[in-house]
Structures are given as C-alpha cells and as structure tokens.
C-alpha cells in the first residue's frame, strides 16, 4: 500500500464555483501563499481540507456523485426526500497523486474537465446518469 503523503485541497469559502480558486497542494508554505496572494478579496474565507488520497476511482479516474435530496420540517416532523436519478462526474485524465498541479486529474468540475481535450472521451460530457432518466 502506498505511503500516505501531506496532500490538501484549498478553496475560496465564497464565490468559489465552477473550479474557480481551488489549488491541491502538499506544504503549509503553499497553502499560506494561496491564501496570503488571493485574487479573492481579503476579507473571504478559505477552506482547508485534508486530500482523500487513495479514493474510489471509476476506471482509474476520480469522480464525484451528485444527487439531489430534500429536508422538510413540518409541525415539528422532519421528513427526508430523495430523488432517484442522479449522476457521476467524471475526470479526463487517470488518477495519480503525484500531478497535484493537474486539475484535470484532480477536480470533476464541469468548468474545469471541458477544457481537457480528452472531453467526452470516455462518458459523453463526462457524466453517467442514474435512476430512471
């Protein structure tokens, strides 16, 4: 089993959709630069999490699930609501964590992977649905 390294991912804890912002890295001085040299105005937050460094992979590539669900709390009932389609995101390139300055092996985003060549490649928009589409 492969040794675990330092790895963390930082992101704006505002206005950061869409990829924009968020950095892999594996040094505090890196994550002190982010947040130090931001273009993001200085009175936003970031977060810092630790990096899954061995994750789930779907044919060697990382993706994320998106699935919708609904908390209702009605006269004091809380009552929980799931859709039953969803779908994976997935990334262009293989997984492999020494490439941290890859954002197209590392984050599923639709802004970030459209950009690969490899686009569509594997999944068409890089997606796979299910439930009942």
């Known amino acids: 089993m ?14 950061s959709n869409r990829g924009n912002g968020i950095t892999v890295c594996s040094k505090l001085k890196e994550i002190k630069n982010i947040i130090q040299e ?7 937050t ?19 699930i998106r699935c919708f669900a609904m908390l209702t709390l009605v006269n004091n009932k809380l009552k929980g609501y799931i859709y039953d389609n969803g779908y ?7 997984f492999i964590n020494s490439k941290l300055d890859n954002r197209l092996i590392h984050l599923t985003n639709d802004a970030v992977q459209k950009k690969a060549d490899d686009y569509g490649r594997f999944e068409s928009g890089n997606k796979l649905s299910f439930g009942e589409y």
């Open 2 to 15: 492969a040794k675990l390294q330092n790895i963390w991912i930082v992101k704006p804890g505002e206005n």
């Open 38 to 44: 931001s273009e993001f105005n200085k009175n936003n």
């Open 46 to 64: 970031f977060i810092v999490q630790k990096y899954i460094e061995r994750p789930a992979l779907y044919n060697q590539r990382k993706f994320d």
């Open 88 to 94: 994976l995101r997935t990334s262009s390139r293989p």
